[in-house]
């Protein structure tokens, strides 16, 4: 099996024909024979395919696949093969794995690492599977020596029951036959073979009505500089429904943590959006809406930060000094009871009416068509870029300016949100933008995020370690040498907080510098021309 999914995926030249046969077809056979002495293996090998993706396609776009490959029968195999661009592979035995899973759960080795070096925190889905009846032909010189050889894959979608996709050719050289190989390529496209480019993956996707990198969960609309603001933000809330409504199932079926995540974000940006641009939307939708998506991001707070806790303590736990990371288990079992509850409340929640009701509701909203969306007017889409985004820039400027060092800690959490929100609007008008003076300002805006991210994540998680401290002796829950380890957990947090806190002044003076306004300046500038239409 691991030389016919060799070829098969990484062949240096493929072909593919409008038949779909798994069979040479005559004529291809007749044009091959011209040269070579045709040997076509009497039976195909037939072979179960699953390509395995995460959910935002992080394999594919770092040029890897990964396939589920099996063999039918009593004895047949199940092998797992990730292959790069330059066509090079790693192979490891599946076993019995089931999808989706975390790359941790692959068998040991460098299959896994590499796997899970590019996956991180989330799970391995299938993306498409198809059937492959895989026959290898040999080409035969004067000398009745092997000099290249062609395997016809003939794929069909299990998604579209058994619906056959164009078959594909791949030409392989034999060493020190190179001639050969290109000799029986020009027979091919002769006998009506085109060459492709196009992976075996992506053509199994296109047959099945998908395509990759169909979700990315970031911000991706394309804005034209002279729409109608309420149309440009239209078009923004409503990919963010698109994303939030993506990430339901797997919230719903817990998959990875970076479901909710991604579902957080989405509501952010609809809240942010709503606050920051709902003005040039008609009626009350803003004041309709704003509080159903409070209610949502309220709602998933409390299972994401449990997620954090758990995701935190391991690294947390091999710091511990005087304390061994052993005395946490009944922590991370109190953890993980919490974490059930929630869940179970979440999901009731994204399963209630009152769920349905608001994403329904809100799509209709802004679908509501044109005619009927209010008397026309308002700034144009680079117009209302400049404009919100110069004011949100205003707002972190101003109040990082009256930061200092005996600011409570609420100061700083408020700077965040205020950063939080002209990272939305950059993001939104991203393709209105310049992208080298884009990714300037955001670098330097990203610079003064994490710093703040760091301060209140470090204050949130320790506070809730006490509060958790709190309910686990309540209900006698917490021998005491968890309590000491979790006090020390604490002390590691409070200690990075502090560490994020003397980081705070250098990084806001970057932030706020008369470079990083100067580059906020020309940025916004730009949409002022692009409104007036002069650029």
Known sequence: MGDTVRFVEAGAREYVLADSGAQLPERVHDELATAFSVEEDRRASRLGRTWLDTFDWRLYRAGLTLQHVSTPGPRGTRELVLTDRGGQRLTAPAGLARWPSLAGALPPGPLRDRVAAVAGLRALLPTVSVISQVR???LRNADDKTVARIFLDAMSSRALGGAPIAARLTVTEVRGYAAPARRAGRLLAAAGAAL????????ALSAAGRFPLDYTGKVNVALRPAMPGGEAVRAILLEQLDNLEANVDGVLHDMDTEFLHDLRIAVRRTRSGLKLLGEVLPGDLTLRFASEFRWLGDLTTPLRDLDVHLLSLPPMAGRLVGADPADLQPFLAYLGR?????????NRALRSARFAATVGDWRKALLVPPGNRGAPGGPAAAELAADRTRRAHARVIKLGSAITGSSPPQSLHTLRKRGKELRYVLEFFASLHDPPAYRAVLGDLKRLQDCLGDFQDSQVQREEIQSLAAAMLAQHAAPAPTLLAMGELAAQLAVHQGQ???????????????????????????GDRVSRGSA
């Open 136 to 138: 290898e032909v040999r």
């Open 196 to 203: 492709t480019r196009q992976p075996a993956l992506d053509a």
């Open 338 to 346: 919490r974490r059930s509850t929630e869940r179970r409340r979440l």
């Open 500 to 526: 994020a806190r003397a980081e705070f002044a250098a990084r806001f003076a970057g932030f706020a510098s008369p470079e990083g306004r100067r580059r906020m300046a020309a940025l916004t500038a730009r």
